[in-house]
């Protein structure tokens, strides 16, 4: 069980973080530091690394030490002064933190996704809300139809009144309110989108699509091999990055669609991986 930070108000500055015990977190053992840092972390999404030596009592090397501990761990990730979680195969951020996580990028790709629609008029629309941030700037002056395992996004989709929704069945997962296993999968299986869009969590250097859960990689691989085109939509941050189960392959993809913040060390290594990738 992780430990909860809470300011205590009765400290001048009114910051200093407390354990559930009490304690003050300059008090904490080094162990019991990392499981509040990470917590803090998972809590917030990403934070500075410059913030945590103030919020955790210890020093810069001191905080620098546990992060680098962290990392060997695979339970974050470091960039640029900033630290985020890693969605590794026991951990998914929540549909809230990426609605409000590198908003601008995500609806740059989503729009760069649409303006490869051509003549496709029926969809595929992954889980998650990259995939429907596409289905929303999807043109409302055309019959389309959307397939998806979204709940969410069937709801929004089906209040376009040009557009037909099919929603596959199956048991739904709590994280994103997405079907899975094979009542999804044997429904899919009796289709052929024009396009499927499709996330991931992770995009090895390699070239692998990964995600933590069998389930999700189901349905994922059974969209990809049931579809004439597919698009991958991620940001930046996905690349560089691995979780628990592969589904597919970069050269699967019509396009790899992904931010201009990706560095471009790891988009050549994505391209010499086979991938035709647009960073926009």
């Known amino acids: 069980m992780g430990i909860e930070i809470t300011a205590d108000p009765s400290h001048p500055e009114g910051g200093r973080p407390l354990t559930p015990h009490g ?29 945590l030596p103030g919020l955790f009592g210890g020093s810069v090397e001191t905080i620098r030490r546990d992060l680098r501990e962290l990392e060997d761990t695979h339970a974050i990730t470091r960039s640029y002064g900033r630290v985020r979680i890693a969605e590794a195969s026991n951990y998914e951020s ?85 079907s899975v296993e094979r ?36 349905v994922k691989e059974t969209a990809l091999s049931v579809s004439q085109r597919a698009l991958f939509v991620g940001s930046h941050t996905k690349f560089a990055r691995s979780t628990l189960c592969r589904f597919g392959h970069v050269r699967q993809f019509e396009r790899l669609i992904t931010g201009t913040e990706l560095r471009s060390s790891t988009a050549r290594r994505i391209i010499d991986a086979g991938g035709r990738l647009d960073r926009v």
């Open 23 to 51: 304690q003050h977190a300059e008090q904490l053992g080094a162990a019991e530091r990392r499981k509040a840092i990470l917590a803090h972390i998972r809590a917030t999404g990403e934070v500075s690394v410059s913030s």
């Open 94 to 178: 929540t549909l809230t933190y990426r609605k409000e996580h590198l908003a601008d990028e995500k609806e740059r790709i989503a729009q760069a996704a649409v303006d490869r629609l051509g003549a496709a008029d029926t969809v595929f629309l992954d889980e998650g809300f990259h995939p429907l941030l596409v289905g929303r700037a999807l043109p409302a002056d055309r019959d389309l139809t959307i397939i998806t395992a979204s709940l969410p996004t069937a709801l929004e989709m089906c209040e376009r009144p040009r557009t037909t929704v099919i929603v596959l069945g199956g048991r739904v997962r709590h994280v994103t309110a997405a």
């Open 183 to 218: 009542w999804a999968t044997r429904m899919l299986r009796d289709m052929r989108p024009d396009l499927a869009i499709i996330g991931a969590n992770g995009v090895d250097l390699d070239g692998w699509l990964t995600t933590p859960h069998a389930s999700v990689a189901e």
